[in-house]
């Protein structure tokens, strides 16, 4: 992204004071929103085309399964970007049983895609995430209901993750005081390297130590949530709905504004009921 690009979203955010229960008043939209797409069912028939024709490649077993992991994942990371139908997402759920059974060491690999599309895309309920942080303090996602939260799964040999450090300052600068939480899920070389990182770096949040498990780069929590490239992220709403995943930069910043600023008219009106 371009510099000039985030200095406008930036001061765009700073200094806008219209709520958005007066822009949906009067039909307006507000210039920060985003919207994850719906699928088309031909999208979600081109998709299917495509993995089935990486899956189909003839190679060796260990050659496959390779090439079988990576596909598998990253067509679960598309499915994660807009919205599925129940319909579709039945669709895609009975494509992959159907690959789990192709192959006797298929059903492994279909497992974790699986449960992206079942329960970590758009629109899902986001599962709880219990733990303790960085500092040993018990450590809850659900305690942050009626908050918008930014989960963000990182590690401290993560270059990426660390050019994302501007956008993250800059949301706990500026929502402190709002409904607003940034949460992370660190894995790396120790939860001592971990926590050195997050008390000199540029951003200080509350994270959740995912130790690796033996042999693997990342741990169970990451696990769960089938993450195996870094950053990954997800932008949850008041609800503990997930609404966005994996955005960066100016993207992130926009989301994280309007659904901050529904968060806060729903409070006022919640407040005005009783």
Same mark, same amino acid.
């Given at each position: 992204?371009?510099?000039?690009?985030?200095?406008?979203?930036?001061?765009?955010?700073?200094?806008?004071?219209?709520?958005?229960?007066?822009?949906?008043?009067?039909?307006?939209?507000?210039?920060?929103?985003?919207?994850?797409?719906?699928?088309?069912?031909?999208?979600?028939?081109?998709?299917?085309?495509?993995?089935?024709?990486?899956?189909?490649?003839? *190679?060796?077993?260990?050659?496959?399964?390779?090439?079988?992991? +990576?596909?598998?994942?990253?067509? #679960?990371?598309?499915?994660?970007?807009?919205?599925? *139908?129940?319909?579709?997402?039945?669709?895609?759920? #009975?494509?992959?049983?159907?690959?789990?059974?192709?192959?006797?060491?298929?059903?492994?690999?279909?497992?974790?895609?699986?449960?992206?599309?079942?329960?970590?895309?758009?629109?899902?309920?986001?599962?709880?995430?219990?733990?303790?942080?960085? +500092?040993?303090?018990?450590?809850?996602?659900?305690?942050?209901?009626? !908050?918008?939260?930014?989960?963000?799964?990182?590690?401290? @040999?993560?270059?990426?993750?660390?050019?994302?450090?501007?956008?993250?300052?800059?949301?706990?600068?500026?929502?402190? !005081?709002?409904?607003?939480?940034?949460?992370?899920?660190?894995?790396?070389?120790?939860?001592?390297?971990?926590?050195?990182?997050?008390?000199?770096?540029? %951003?200080?949040?509350? *994270?959740? @130590?995912?130790?690796?498990?033996?042999?693997?780069? *990342?741990?169970?929590?990451?696990?769960? @949530?089938?993450?195996?490239?870094?950053?990954?992220?997800?932008?949850?709403?008041?609800?503990?709905?997930?609404?966005?995943?994996?955005?960066?930069?100016?993207?992130?910043?926009?989301?994280?504004?309007?659904?901050? +600023?529904?968060? %806060?008219?729903?409070?006022?009106?919640? !407040?005005?009921?009783?």
């Amino acid at each position: 992204m371009r510099v000039i690009g985030v200095l406008g979203v930036v001061l765009a955010l700073a200094g806008v004071t219209m709520s958005a229960q007066s822009f949906q008043a009067f039909g307006l939209r507000s210039p920060a929103e985003l919207v994850a797409p719906a699928f088309g069912d031909d999208e979600i028939a081109r998709l299917i085309g495509t993995l089935d024709r990486l899956l189909a490649v003839e *190679s060796t077993a260990e050659a496959w399964r390779d090439t079988a992991s +990576d596909a598998l994942r990253q067509f #679960a990371r598309r499915l994660q970007t807009g919205r599925l *139908s129940s319909l579709q997402e039945g669709t895609v759920l #009975a494509h992959l049983d159907q690959i789990g059974r192709s192959r006797p060491d298929a059903t492994t690999l279909v497992a974790g895609p699986r449960r992206m599309i079942s329960a970590l895309t758009v629109g899902k309920t986001a599962p709880d995430i219990t733990g303790a942080d960085l +500092d040993g303090r018990p450590l809850k996602l659900g305690d942050f209901r009626d !908050k918008v939260v930014v989960l963000v799964f990182s590690a401290d @040999w993560c270059a990426i993750c660390k050019t994302q450090a501007p956008y993250e300052r800059f949301l706990l600068e500026r929502y402190d !005081k709002w409904p607003f939480a940034l949460l992370g899920v660190e894995t790396g070389s120790s939860r001592e390297a971990a926590r050195l990182a997050q008390s000199t770096g540029a %951003v200080a949040h509350r *994270s959740w @130590w995912d130790a690796p498990v033996s042999g693997e780069t *990342s741990g169970p929590i990451a696990a769960s @949530w089938n993450v195996t490239g870094w950053p990954a992220s997800y932008v949850i709403d008041g609800d503990g709905v997930i609404r966005f995943v994996d955005l960066r930069d100016e993207d992130l910043l926009k989301a994280v504004r309007q659904l901050v +600023d529904a968060q %806060v008219d729903r409070d006022a009106r919640a !407040k005005r009921a009783r």
